[in-house]
């Protein structure tokens, strides 16, 4: 087994959505994406979290195995997110945004974590997406994520960094705004000439369109879930699935194992969604996944 | 082989999208709905056109072997439809609508037509829907498509005739607005309750959920089509290759037959929006149809 290296946010959310709110409650694509690849796979984590980041949440990691020796406490507070769904749920309404403690992250990897032979790099600055993957040895497979800010602020570092990955995963109008694409379906060859071999397109309630270079389209829904609690850190648990499946095989890596890694992926967001923050996530078992998965092929078997 | 009776618009379209624009070029639920279903089975039409209705549009039909006789030629002006799509396209922004001669359709159907197998009531007003209904004989299987505007306001005719369907075809939006319900998943059993044993959401570019009281789910992508011409009678095109394929079966329509049918559905709206009009859709072989479909298999394949 492989271990996966993940930079990304650790935060405190403040989530309102049709079902309720959530305040201050443990959210950050690190730690959606290390509790869901951690079912799998040994997860290292790398980040910055303030002095108000409360020891349950480091156990929470813990408890599930992974190596939170690259989390940095330093003096201010943690990363703070607010914001809203409504409607379809499909678009977060940003209301605030406190970067605190995450505003002068500067990633440095423990010297144990160089060797890590995955690495995902969460939604962070392109520049510090680069300067870790600068840190690791010799990465067997490295994917990243990113958001609309960077593809309009940093788009020349974006472009570096994404040329040096194996696979991009991205929601489906970042996808369009990164390619000046109309639709998902021709951004998606469009995002591998930039470099990567493999291209996700995260299509929320619709599920996902993943492409490859060698083999094109594969395309599925999101398991159907009738009440969405809070669609927060999906993206980041789809990711976290598809990582961990990887990081769980042997030998080379093929298409096959990363289409049975996008039906993990789908998996993991499905769980995430159905209670507010990481609650339904960080309890979820393998076997609880792996009997959804069976549901899941029932309902796509043609 | 069993006959399918549809009833529904013939209409002129003036279209523009961002890959042109097409003016006065055939269009209507009908015309779709009977083009798609002709490829399969025996396809009667009953509509009303106008004086300015051309004789090559009536060929069109003919020479995919439909049965015409139940098209009525009155004095005015043929339905005239004007809209545009930007974006995404998955949406229509409606600019103009004469309804012109079909303003006072009043669905009768020729005699030879009222033993019908199969029926699909297009959408028009849920009054004529009945109508139609209360003169075929004792159909087999029948389905209905219908709009936000007879949900606005004529929702008790629509439910009466909901309640007397096997299977209601209908879009995200309208099954949302239908039932109150946020998504398509919380929205598709809703529909169930209200009679029918099927219900088929239509998502436009992400493809299609059907739910049947027996067996629950069925959910997939649409085909990914990079250059998307003109989505215009999409949906009825799926209709027409739902139906088309379910009357090309013998003996008991079952959910397996009705799961092949959505994929034939699929493929023959992914025909028709490569072209604008019905140009891609008349001039579709069922071979290519077949050979689309195998490489959609390999698409969603896990």
């Not at 958001?147 to 991009?168: A, E, G, Y």
């Amino acid at each position: 087994m492989s271990e996966i290296l993940v930079v990304g946010s650790l935060a405190y959310d403040s989530i309102q959505t049709p079902s309720g709110r959530a305040d201050r409650a443990l959210g950050g694509s690190a730690n959606y994406f290390a509790l869901a690849a951690a079912l799998f796979a040994k997860v290292r984590v790398v980040g910055v979290v303030g002095e108000d980041y409360e020891q349950r949440d480091y156990d929470l990691l813990k408890n599930r195995g992974v190596d939170v020796s690259g989390l940095t406490k330093v003096p201010g507070k943690t990363f703070h997110w607010e914001g809203s769904y409504a409607g379809d749920m499909n678009e977060a309404k940003t209301l605030k945004t406190e970067l605190n403690v995450f505003e002068h992250f500067n990633p440095e990897l423990p010297e144990n974590f160089k060797n890590s032979s995955f690495v995902f790099l969460a939604n962070i600055s392109p520049d510090l997406q680069l300067k870790v993957l600068e840190q690791v040895k010799s990465p067997k497979f490295v994917g990243l994520d990113t958001m609309n800010l960077w593809i309009n602020i940093k788009k020349d570092d974006l472009l570096k960094v994404v040329s040096k990955v194996n696979m991009v995963l991205i929601n489906e109008g970042e996808a369009k705004l990164l390619t000046g694409a109309s639709n998902a379906i021709s951004a998606a060859p469009l995002i591998t000439e930039l470099g990567p071999e493999v291209v996700i397109i995260k299509r929320g309630e619709y599920g996902f369109a993943m492409y490859s270079k060698k083999e094109g389209f594969f395309i599925l829904p999101a398991m159907p879930i009738p009440q969405v609690v809070d669609p927060t850190g999906a993206g980041d648990s789809f990711a976290g699935g598809v990582f961990g499946f990887l990081a769980s095989r042997t030998g080379e890596i093929t298409i096959s194992h990363i289409k049975q890694a996008c039906l993990m992926g789908t998996m993991l967001a499905s769980h995430t969604i159905q209670d507010f923050s990481v609650k339904a996530l960080a309890q979820v078992t393998l076997a609880e996944v792996e009997k959804r998965l069976g549901e899941y092929k029932k309902i796509i078997l043609h």
